[in-house]
Each structure stands twice: as C-alpha cells, then as structure tokens.
C-alpha cells in the first residue's frame, strides 16, 4: 500500500508517479540561497540529493478518501506522450499507485489541479489525437485566474487540458477559497503561478495541506522567505507559503508535498 496518513474521517495517500533530475542546478532555482542553508536542508531531507549531486524530485499526486468520496489532488508527469514528456522521467506510474491504493479512475469525483505546469496535470487528460479525461466521473477544478493566465503559463494546455475537459463538461473554475463537497476545502495560494491553489484536510486542530508547489524543496521549510526562480511572482508566493505555513487553524500540520522525498511532513 502507498503511504497514507488518517486524519479524522479521511484516508490522505500519496500517489507516486515518478522520480528524477530537475532540470537545472538547484543553486540556479534558489539563487540567494548560502552555503549554510543547503547543509541544513541537506540534513532535513538527504534524499534530495542524488549520487550526482543533482536536485531528485519526487512527483506525485494525492488521493483523498472518504465516506463522501475521491479526491484527487494533482494528475502527475503522465504518459510517455504528456506535455512533461520534454523533461521529466515519463512514463508515470499512477495508474498503478491508484490500483496499489484500491482506487479505481471511475471512482475518483474531484480532481484538484493545483496549477497547469505539466509535472501536476499529465494524466488528467490523455489519449493523442482522441483526447479524453482519464478520470470520466470527475469534476476537474482549477482557479479562473490560473486559466486566464494560461497564455503565460503554458499556451499548449489549452488544447491539451482545458479544451478537452470543456468538451465533456467536466472543468469546474473557482474564484478564491472554496469549500468542496467532500468536506475538504480549496485554498487560493497564489504566486508560484498567478491561480496556484491548495487543498487542505481538516479533523479538530489537525491539518493536512497539500502544498503543490507552494513548497517545492525542503529549503523552503526552513526559509520560506527564499524565492524560487520559477516562480512567476515571488512576492505573492512568499506571501503564500508563510501563510499556509503559520496556518494558526491547528495544533498539529501536515504537509503533503509534491516533490519532497518523504511524502508528509509534520510541523
């Protein structure tokens, strides 16, 4: 079984899709960061480092369960012939990581995009020239100003993503914070990209957010004051992380990570 953790009335899995390189140096993506602050994040996550020296990310998606239903937090790198083909270690392996958790496609009913890079939406539409969403039941939910600013972003997904999950009505835009049928909520956390947004789980003053790429590596748990290269709004994504990371909700949180080496992280 893939790791999962229980917070109340709700099973959070993470999904493995991948692993790999990123593609170029981490002193590049975390320009201002010291000396000192990589060993300190060297110690907080070993892994994060291969045998090369290179930054290894972790890629993953986050299934939600509960008595009210699926959810799906991310889609992955995808197939051999998705968009993060260009770069990232294709094909992924989710639809095993589904099967390995009981979860079948057709049960999934939400699918967050936390935003439209291609490392988080490769398996949410599939099939080449037949394009179909790999989840069929799903309603598929991203922020309006994600969309809006998708000429930006990556102009290819309009026809890759968004079109397709147009055609068979099954895009849900949101505005800001929104609460959802399974009793999860949808937090805006804008600035990595302009309609960046996060789901977060909550039992009493436990908390479980998966973050996206609100974090991207364990440098940022420790500063999250340091920008990331690629973000498109560094001040708003630090503006962001600090927030979610200060979340005065709970006694106890958990972040759900994309791209760590170990899934969760209790804080």
Request: charged share 20%; aromatic share 6%; hydrophobic share 40%.
């Amino acid at each position: 079984m893939p790791p999962s953790l229980q917070v109340g009335p709700y099973t959070v899995t993470a999904l493995d899709d991948g692993a790999g390189p990123f593609f170029s140096p981490r002193s590049e993506a975390f320009p201002d960061a010291t000396t000192e602050q990589w060993a300190a994040a060297d110690r907080l996550d070993p892994g994060a480092l291969d045998a090369e020296g290179r930054w290894q990310l972790r890629f993953r998606a986050f299934a939600i369960r509960s008595d009210r239903g699926v959810t799906l937090v991310d889609a992955g790198i995808g197939p051999a012939d998705s968009p993060a083909a260009s770069w990232a270690p294709v094909p992924g392996v989710l639809p095993y990581s589904l099967a390995a958790a009981g979860i079948e496609p057709s049960e999934v009913d939400t699918v967050v995009l936390t935003h439209l890079h291609t490392d988080h939406i490769g398996w949410a539409v599939v099939g080449g020239e037949e394009m179909r969403p790999f989840f069929p039941n799903a309603a598929y939910l991203l922020q309006q100003a994600e969309v809006d600013a998708i000429e930006d972003i990556n102009p290819h997904l309009r026809s890759a993503v968004i079109e397709p999950l147009r055609k068979t009505d099954q895009l849900r835009l949101l505005d800001g914070d929104t609460s959802l049928r399974g009793g999860e909520s949808v937090c805006a956390t804008p600035g990595h990209t302009p309609g960046h947004q996060s789901v977060l789980v909550a039992s009493g003053r436990e908390l479980v957010a998966v973050t996206g790429d609100v974090l991207v590596h364990a440098i940022q748990l420790l500063h999250p004051e340091l920008a990331y290269a690629h973000e498109m709004d560094p001040a708003r994504a630090r503006a962001s992380r600090a927030e979610l990371l200060r979340n005065r909700a709970a006694d106890t949180l958990h972040l759900a990570t994309p791209h760590l080496t170990e899934p969760f992280v209790t804080r």
